[in-house]
């Protein structure tokens, strides 16, 4: 017993020393610097930009994000390293959303500057004949699922660049930059620090080809994708309408951009700027209608721009199906969508500062009231703050007519226009409930016809026309034709592609590819999909033949490793997305940007 444990002692003290051999940061070779290549060309209307010229390098990665302490003096420029591609990268430097501690807490004014030092677009070495270029120098890298295309020539990217102060936290904030890759070089825009700083603003329009930005001044600057300012109206920035043509400003004033027509909403005469509904606070995010006509924002406020018919509904005249309400509180909600065509509103209730009411609610605007779903189909609900909600948040497609949701009883698909439902029940014993809805909301089929769902811990597909259930066969990444009612999906370790018809349930088309795969994306024009292999190679192909396979990136063991409790291999690329014209992807590798082109034809 006694040399069992010996023997024992002996081999856990191996382990420890073995596992802080393991944790030890691995070295990385010392770079040369690389001088900025360029010339800044003076600000042009509150931006800066700056033209690089071409610079040939070996794909790399880089160094690690920098901790600064918060009262340590900052940099006024950062270092642009370049790496053989075989540089190690340390484990935890390849965070997507680094924490705000490793982050410096720059002064926003400085943040433009020091962007303009840093930032370099590069040309790499080609593979496979398909060209790649690299927007590099920003060691603190880009927020991941930010990367958005303005027109085939353009990106807007979001840097992180320091600190948001929460309320009991501190979030990493970033900051916007628009990059042309043809001739390469880069603006920033000046915003507001008060408008959405760290968030989601400026906006870019790629139907006009321009970028929204609040400024400083109070006044919302409209500019084209290379920094020209094209226009400016004053007041803060409210809202911006999904397809970035309609703005919202001083919380009342409709635009649209493309026509120049404004619609003054009459809030203020419910709400004035001076009451405790304050047009800048961030979570106030209007509701737009699918053709940006309509808007309802929180807390009660709609407005037509069709008609210039607009109200504001007092806290204390809120109703439902006519019947005034004691709990106004009941009702908030910032989420929602438009239905029938924008006949109604569906509230979705998930924000923190939302109620919580324990019935389906469908705002009527017409009628200026809420009516009650759940009585109309005979739900148990009560109208009372907090209770325990009996159904769980539901779904819909926008301009829809159908809206699923998951009750304690079963789940029910209703009809707006009828206002009847059919209910599915669980073949489980014990109901798994959930408050969020089985069906996310982009697993809706581009008609609205079918949905994606999970029902009893299965993948589902569901007919709102045959309103049949049925189970879909295995697989993962599931992904929507953009226009048609065909499901793409991974099965078979990522080594198998499938395109699966919705409408007979029954795979149309199957191949056997040459790797695993994790990832697929749709070009917007839906003839091509790309692939992000397990080893981080990216790959295309042609639909619906799902023929001319090509390698476009070499397989990247540093940007993989192995997915969690398993041995599969996993790719730490993030936000492969297509350009506009469906000739190029960009994608986040590391702490930089690559964009590279497929060989597709437009």
Sequence with gaps: ???????????????????????????????????????????????????????????????????????????????LPTFSFSTPIVENTIPQTPPAHRLPDFELAEIPGLLQSALKVETLSSFNGHGLQRISGWSYGFQSQSVQWLDANHLLLYPFAGVTNMADHQVAATYPVVVKLKPKSFWVPHIDPESDYGRSLPLGSSQLGVLIVPEAN???????????????????????????????????????????KVIDFAWDQTYPATSFFDYSRPYFKPIWSTDETRVYACCYLYGDARTGASYGMPY???????????????????????????????????????????????????????????????????????????????????????????????????????????????????????????????NWSADGQYALLNWDDVERILSTNSKELNILPDGFNRLWHPTESKLAYLSNKGQTLSILDAQTVSVQKEIILPTGFQEIVWSPDGKHIALLASDSSLWSLDYPGLDNLKQLTSAMPEWTHPRYASNIDESLIKNVVWSPDSTALAFIGSTDIYIVDTGSNP
């Design 316 to 442: 204390n005249e809120i109703t439902i199906d006519g019947k005034k309400v004691d709990n106004y509180f009941l009702l908030e909600h910032f989420y929602g969508n438009w239905v029938l065509n924008g006949t109604y509103m569906l509230p979705n209730w998930g924000g923190a500062l939302d109620g919580s009411p324990n019935f389906i609610s469908l705002f009527d605007p017409a009628l200026k009231t809420y009516r009650n779903l759940s009585a109309v189909l005979g739900l148990p609900y009560s109208i009372e703050n907090g209770s325990p909600p009996y159904c769980g948040r539901p779904s819909v497609k926008d301009s829809g007519r159908y809206v699923w949701v998951d009750c304690r009883d079963g789940a029910h698909l209703i009809d707006l226009v009828t206002f009847s439902s059919q209910k599915y029940l669980s073949l489980e014993n014990d109901h798994q409930w959930s408050y969020d809805s089985s069906i996310l909301d982009d």
């Design 218 to 260: 109070a006044s919302v600057s409209i500019y084209s994708l290379d920094g020209e300012l094209k226009k400016s109206y004053p007041g803060k920035l409210f809202g911006v309408s999904p397809s970035a043509t309609k703005i919202l400003v001083n919380g009342n004033r409709w635009i649209d951009l493309s026509s120049g």
């Design 1 to 79: 017993m006694k040399s069992l444990f010996k023997v024992c002692s002996c081999l856990a003290l191996y382990l420890v020393l073995f596992a802080c051999t393991q944790n030890r940061p691995q070295e990385i070779p010392t770079a040369t610097p690389e001088p900025a290549v360029g010339h800044i060309i003076p600000d042009i209307t509150s931006t800066a930009m700056v033209e690089i010229s071409t610079v040939d390098s070996a794909l790399s990665t880089s160094l690690p994000l920098p901790t600064f302490s918060f009262d340590s003096a900052l940099p006024t420029s950062l270092p």
